[in-house]
């Protein structure tokens, strides 16, 4: 069957680290692996985007990594703030934004001061 | 640019009753609109995709005939949850893309949250 998993459901950080959430999925062939953020009561807003093609990709303090033999995606998010704590959602899709984005469970980050 | 607005944010019926909540993309034409259901601690789920001017497609397990999606224009699509019940409490966003913006992305409103008595 078809999975998307975020590696967990919380992840507590000191203020200044760098965190790293996981996203790993199964039986899927993604065109695009895209992350989200997503702040309690509200809806999801887009971070970044990296095709299949793509290794690596940087704004600012986020950095995405894509492996597709592992199936694996990896976020960072260096240099960490207490205003960075939100859930951060990786989301799949087959080919461009007209397409259907498939959602992982999401990760709850805590930017500790 | 990019943005999506969703109107009511927060809505509370009694069971039976039919609720319309929309969803409007303000500075871009979007040319699909997805509409996507979150239940508390789980992640977004696809109810329906529309494309101006044409039925929505529903997925697999979402009733047509409960969920009515309208998108009669460029910037506007319309979810009625009819005669509501305490089980169809949720969180629904929509979901917007247009071939005007950033076209491998979709821009996502601020949900609306319904709440069935």
């Known amino acids: 069957s078809q999975k998307i998993e975020q590696n967990s459901e919380a992840l507590n950080i000191q203020e200044g680290k760098t965190a790293t959430l996981t996203c790993n999925y199964t039986n899927y062939s993604p065109a695009y692996l895209q992350w989200y953020r997503q702040d309690p009561g509200r809806g999801p807003v887009f971070l970044l985007l990296?095709?299949?093609?793509?290794k690596e990709k940087r704004k600012e303090r986020l950095k995405v990594t894509f492996d597709t033999t592992l199936k694996q995606s990896l976020f960072h998010i260096t240099a960490s703030q207490p205003a960075d704590s939100a859930t951060y959602l990786c989301?799949?899709?087959?080919?461009?934004?007209?397409?259907?984005?498939?959602f992982g469970t999401g990760t709850r980050l805590t930017v500790i001061p | 640019g990019a943005v999506v607005s969703q109107h009511p944010s927060r809505v509370i019926c009694k069971s039976g009753t039919s609720v319309k909540i929309e969803c409007r993309s303000l500075d871009f034409q979007a040319t699909t609109m997805f509409w996507y259901r979150q239940f508390p601690k789980q992640s977004l789920m696809l109810m329906a995709t529309?494309?101006?001017?044409?039925?929505?497609?529903?997925e697999q397990g979402v009733e047509k005939d409960k969920f009515l999606i309208n998108h009669a224009s460029l910037t506007l699509s319309t979810l009625t949850v009819t005669s509501a019940h305490p089980e169809d409490s949720s969180f629904y966003i929509c979901?917007?893309?247009?071939?005007?913006?950033?076209?491998?992305?979709?821009?996502f409103g601020p949900g609306t949250r319904l709440l069935v008595l």
């Open positions: 990296i095709r299949e093609n793509e």
């Open positions: 979901s917007a893309f247009g071939t005007s913006w950033n076209q491998e992305t979709q821009y």
């Open positions: 989301a799949l899709s087959l080919g461009t934004g007209a397409n259907n984005l498939f």
């Open positions: 529309s494309n101006e001017g044409s039925k929505a497609t529903y």
